[in-house]
């Protein structure tokens, strides 16, 4: 196999900014030629699935995305402020978008939103909380609606609680990246400790 060439950035461009948000032209040193690619410079993000241990339901958010040019259901998230730790950036978002405050909080990986030219890391968690200490529904103009899932299945399958609107039909096939990945992770880590329990009260019994 051949050894990938190095490469090297010679020069940065800013092509636009616009507050946190920025687009940037490299001059890339590949070999003995360069290139030229443009990156869209944001900060870095967190996330997380939420679980609601009092009513055993999985908590997400409904909310336009004008990427997307329509309505979406996804994990909690939120983009992390300057000197913020992940972990307080993401129970800061839960406070602001769902409302409750956080008990329990696990890491379950980073990621590169899209490296190919995008600069954002984001950080995935597991989140339980139990006591409501505000409405939620985002701040600004962000109008998030609180969707409840009573299970989670592979490849970001949502079994819902019908609404009595019934504009919701289970089970519904999330296309978000990060909540794709947030629920196959803890759905697979739920798999493996459920499967691990088994043999061990097998191998107890068997003694």
């Not at 129970?91 to 978008?97: C, Q, S, T, V």
């Not at 296309?175 to 992770?185: E, F, H, M, P, R």
């Amino acid at each position: 196999m051949e050894k990938i060439i190095e490469n090297e950035i010679v020069k940065r461009e800013e092509k636009y900014g616009s507050g946190q948000f920025k687009i940037e032209e490299l001059t890339i040193k590949v070999g003995d030629k360069e290139v030229k690619r443009e990156i869209f410079k944001r900060p870095n993000a967190a996330a997380a699935l939420v679980y609601n241990t009092e009513t055993k339901r999985y908590l997400f958010v409904e909310q336009y995305r004008a990427g997307a040019e329509g309505i979406m259901i996804e994990i909690v998230a939120g983009t992390m402020e300057e000197g913020e730790k992940s972990q307080d950036t993401i129970k800061r978002e839960i406070a602001e978008e769902l409302g409750y405050k956080v008990d329990k909080l696990d890491h379950l990986c980073d990621f590169y939103v899209s490296p190919g030219g995008n600069t954002e890391i984001c950080a995935v968690f597991y989140a339980e909380v139990s006591e409501k200490i505000s409405e939620g529904g985002g701040v600004d103009d962000e109008n998030i609606r609180v969707i409840e899932v009573e299970d989670l299945g592979m490849s970001g399958n949502l079994f819902f609680e019908m609404p009595e609107s019934g504009d919701i039909i289970p089970p519904y096939k999330l296309i978000d990246g990060k909540s794709i990945i947030a629920v196959n992770a803890h759905v697979q880590a739920k798999m493996l400790r459920d499967l691990w329990k088994t043999m061990s009260d097998y191998k107890m019994r068997s003694l």
